[in-house]
């Protein structure tokens, strides 16, 4: 596709459930970023991917939070057991080289955590 | 640790206005600096990105500079449009790792 996809775009869960959330990158692009977006804040960065290496997942909040990539393309992060807290606007973002390479966002999945 | 301030945060200004966004950063070794804007409900669009060896990038009407030993960049927004209405992110890619560092962004409102 033309730039970066997420899906769903909204997602209401029950406090408890499981969620996956899946971002497309744009073809070729080597890097994939997740971000967490609070209300009124700027993004925070979750984790990074090289292809389907995880580089750095400093930012996952908890053990609750999990991402992957398995064939270097599509990523899917997954909470688990969902809290109020983790409602949120969850970016992805992809590049086409690491740093200092411009990072291409996608439009995020709403969660809203009830 | 990488702190980045955006002031101010909020603005409000009649069209035709020309404008000045700031963004301030603790650590100044940095990779490069981006701008970005984010409308209400959709994702975030890159506007300027500066690389750490430059001073300035220029888009349009749109201009940004850098002064890294002083830890500050601005955005200047000349002549301004009811469609320049968004929030205005700062992000800061530090040297030695992946990840941007935000600020919480400039809400700005164009008044037509």
């Known amino acids: 596709g033309a730039g970066v996809s997420q899906s769903p775009r909204y997602k209401v869960a029950k406090r408890g459930q499981d969620v996956a959330l899946r971002c497309d990158p744009i073809?070729?692009?080597?890097?994939l970023f997740w971000y967490q977006q609070a209300l009124g804040q700027g993004p925070e960065f979750l984790t990074y991917f090289q292809n389907e290496a995880q580089l750095d997942k400093s930012g996952l909040p908890s053990d609750r939070f999990f991402a992957e990539r398995p064939e270097g393309s599509v990523s899917t992060l997954k909470i688990q057991r969902t809290q109020q807290e983790d409602s949120a606007v969850y970016l992805c973002a992809s590049s086409l080289g690491g740093p200092p390479d411009t990072q291409y966002f996608g439009p995020g999945t709403r969660l809203t955590v009830l | 640790k990488q702190e980045v301030t955006q002031i101010p945060a909020a603005l409000s200004v009649p069209e035709g206005e020309n404008l000045v966004l700031n963004c301030s950063f603790t650590d100044s070794a940095i990779y490069n600096l981006q701008w970005f804007r984010q409308d209400p409900g959709k994702g975030l669009t890159s506007l300027l990105l500066?690389?750490?060896?430059?001073r300035e990038q220029t888009s349009g009407r749109l201009n940004a500079s850098l002064d890294k030993s002083s830890g500050r960049s601005t955005l200047y927004i000349a002549a301004s449009q009811p469609g320049d209405s968004a929030t205005y992110l700062c992000a800061v890619s530090t040297s030695g790792t992946y990840k941007y560092i935000f600020g919480t962004g400039t809400r700005l409102k164009v008044l037509a």
């Open positions: 500066i690389q750490s060896s430059q």
């Open positions: 073809s070729g692009h080597v890097s």
